[in-house]
Protein backbone atom coordinates (compact mmCIF):
# COMPACT_ATOMS: atom_id res chain seq x y z
CA UNK A 1 0.00 0.00 0.00
CA UNK A 2 1.23 3.37 -0.56
CA UNK A 3 -0.04 6.95 1.32
CA UNK A 4 -0.43 9.42 -0.87
CA UNK A 5 -0.45 12.94 0.04
CA UNK A 6 -3.08 15.66 -0.87
CA UNK A 7 -2.83 19.08 -0.49
CA UNK A 8 -6.47 20.65 1.42
CA UNK A 9 -7.36 22.73 -0.88
CA UNK A 10 -10.89 22.94 -0.45
CA UNK A 11 -11.83 26.60 -1.68
CA UNK A 12 -9.66 26.05 -4.58
CA UNK A 13 -11.36 22.80 -5.69
CA UNK A 14 -14.47 24.46 -4.45
CA UNK A 15 -13.98 27.24 -7.22
CA UNK A 16 -13.16 25.39 -9.73
CA UNK A 17 -15.98 22.71 -9.66
CA UNK A 18 -18.27 25.81 -9.78
CA UNK A 19 -16.80 27.13 -12.56
CA UNK A 20 -15.77 24.51 -14.93
CA UNK A 21 -18.55 22.41 -15.37
CA UNK A 22 -22.27 23.51 -16.51
CA UNK A 23 -24.99 23.15 -14.13
CA UNK A 24 -26.36 20.32 -16.89
CA UNK A 25 -23.39 17.98 -16.64
CA UNK A 26 -21.29 18.98 -19.41
CA UNK A 27 -17.80 21.09 -19.60
CA UNK A 28 -17.60 24.26 -20.43
CA UNK A 29 -14.86 24.79 -23.36
CA UNK A 30 -15.14 28.84 -22.79
CA UNK A 31 -11.56 28.65 -21.27
CA UNK A 32 -9.46 26.21 -23.30
CA UNK A 33 -7.23 27.76 -25.86
CA UNK A 34 -5.72 25.79 -28.23
CA UNK A 35 -2.06 24.48 -28.01
CA UNK A 36 0.16 26.00 -29.75
CA UNK A 37 4.43 25.05 -30.10
CA UNK A 38 6.20 27.75 -30.96
CA UNK A 39 9.96 27.06 -32.61
CA UNK A 40 13.17 29.56 -33.22
CA UNK A 41 15.30 27.73 -36.07
CA UNK A 42 18.23 29.50 -37.81
CA UNK A 43 16.18 31.20 -40.70
CA UNK A 44 12.93 32.19 -38.46
CA UNK A 45 10.18 31.07 -35.72
CA UNK A 46 7.49 28.95 -36.14
CA UNK A 47 4.16 28.58 -34.38
CA UNK A 48 1.86 25.59 -34.61
CA UNK A 49 -2.01 25.18 -33.66
CA UNK A 50 -3.95 22.63 -32.81
CA UNK A 51 -7.08 23.88 -33.78
CA UNK A 52 -8.85 20.53 -35.39
CA UNK A 53 -12.52 20.67 -37.35
CA UNK A 54 -12.58 24.23 -38.81
CA UNK A 55 -11.99 25.88 -41.72
CA UNK A 56 -9.37 28.50 -42.72
CA UNK A 57 -12.28 31.32 -43.21
CA UNK A 58 -12.97 30.46 -39.34
CA UNK A 59 -9.71 32.19 -38.39
CA UNK A 60 -9.02 35.78 -38.45
CA UNK A 61 -5.23 36.63 -38.04
CA UNK A 62 -3.88 40.25 -38.02
CA UNK A 63 -0.45 41.96 -37.42
CA UNK A 64 -0.98 45.66 -35.79
CA UNK A 65 2.45 47.73 -34.35
CA UNK A 66 4.43 44.17 -33.77
CA UNK A 67 1.62 41.84 -32.28
CA UNK A 68 0.66 38.91 -34.47
CA UNK A 69 -3.26 38.90 -33.10
CA UNK A 70 -4.99 35.22 -34.03
CA UNK A 71 -8.78 34.88 -33.03
CA UNK A 72 -11.71 32.05 -33.61
CA UNK A 73 -15.19 32.63 -33.25
CA UNK A 74 -17.89 30.03 -34.21
CA UNK A 75 -20.97 29.77 -33.10
CA UNK A 76 -23.73 26.66 -34.10
CA UNK A 77 -27.39 26.19 -33.08
CA UNK A 78 -28.93 22.73 -33.27
CA UNK A 79 -32.95 22.52 -32.84
CA UNK A 80 -34.31 18.87 -32.89
CA UNK A 81 -38.57 18.95 -32.05
CA UNK A 82 -40.23 15.59 -31.92
CA UNK A 83 -43.38 13.80 -29.97
CA UNK A 84 -44.02 17.41 -28.59
CA UNK A 85 -40.63 18.11 -27.04
CA UNK A 86 -38.15 20.61 -29.25
CA UNK A 87 -34.81 20.12 -27.95
CA UNK A 88 -32.44 23.30 -28.73
CA UNK A 89 -28.52 23.54 -27.92
CA UNK A 90 -26.48 26.38 -28.64
CA UNK A 91 -22.59 25.93 -29.04
CA UNK A 92 -20.24 28.89 -28.81
CA UNK A 93 -16.50 28.77 -28.89
CA UNK A 94 -14.14 30.82 -29.51
CA UNK A 95 -10.43 32.08 -28.33
CA UNK A 96 -8.01 35.16 -29.36
CA UNK A 97 -4.31 34.81 -28.89
CA UNK A 98 -1.70 37.70 -29.18
CA UNK A 99 1.99 37.61 -29.52
CA UNK A 100 4.87 40.62 -29.73
CA UNK A 101 6.85 39.48 -32.85
CA UNK A 102 10.50 40.12 -31.84
CA UNK A 103 12.27 42.86 -34.24
CA UNK A 104 14.17 39.88 -36.14
CA UNK A 105 10.78 39.10 -37.72
CA UNK A 106 10.37 40.58 -41.10
CA UNK A 107 6.47 41.02 -40.91
CA UNK A 108 5.51 41.45 -44.07
CA UNK A 109 6.55 37.97 -45.17
CA UNK A 110 4.73 35.92 -42.29
CA UNK A 111 2.89 33.23 -44.26
CA UNK A 112 0.01 30.95 -42.93
CA UNK A 113 -1.71 27.64 -43.39
CA UNK A 114 -4.27 25.46 -42.18
CA UNK A 115 -3.60 21.49 -42.87
CA UNK A 116 -4.97 18.80 -41.16
CA UNK A 117 -6.25 20.85 -37.94
CA UNK A 118 -2.99 22.40 -37.88
CA UNK A 119 -3.01 26.50 -37.86
CA UNK A 120 0.95 27.09 -38.89
CA UNK A 121 2.87 30.16 -39.24
CA UNK A 122 5.98 30.84 -40.89
CA UNK A 123 7.33 34.32 -39.68
CA UNK A 124 10.95 34.33 -41.13
CA UNK A 125 13.52 36.81 -39.79
CA UNK A 126 14.71 39.72 -41.28
CA UNK A 127 18.48 39.47 -43.39
CA UNK A 128 20.24 41.56 -40.45
CA UNK A 129 19.10 38.79 -38.01
CA UNK A 130 19.82 35.45 -40.18
CA UNK A 131 23.71 34.29 -39.50
CA UNK A 132 26.72 35.21 -40.95
CA UNK A 133 28.23 32.70 -43.25
CA UNK A 134 32.13 31.97 -42.32
CA UNK A 135 34.55 33.55 -43.59
CA UNK A 136 38.45 32.76 -43.96
CA UNK A 137 40.37 35.77 -42.93
CA UNK A 138 44.27 36.27 -44.23
CA UNK A 139 46.98 36.75 -42.54
CA UNK A 140 48.87 39.93 -43.34
CA UNK A 141 52.87 39.94 -43.14
CA UNK A 142 55.81 38.01 -43.93
Known sequence: MTIVRRKPAVL???WNDWLTPDWF???NQMHNLPAVNIREAEKGFY???????KKKEDFNVEIDDNVLTISMENKEEQEETDKG????????????????LPETVDADKIEAKYENGILMFSLPKK?????????LIEIAGK
Open 25 to 27: GGT
Open 127 to 135: KEALPKPKR
Open 47 to 53: LEFAIPG
Open 85 to 100: YTRREFNYSAFKRAFT
Open 12 to 14: SDM
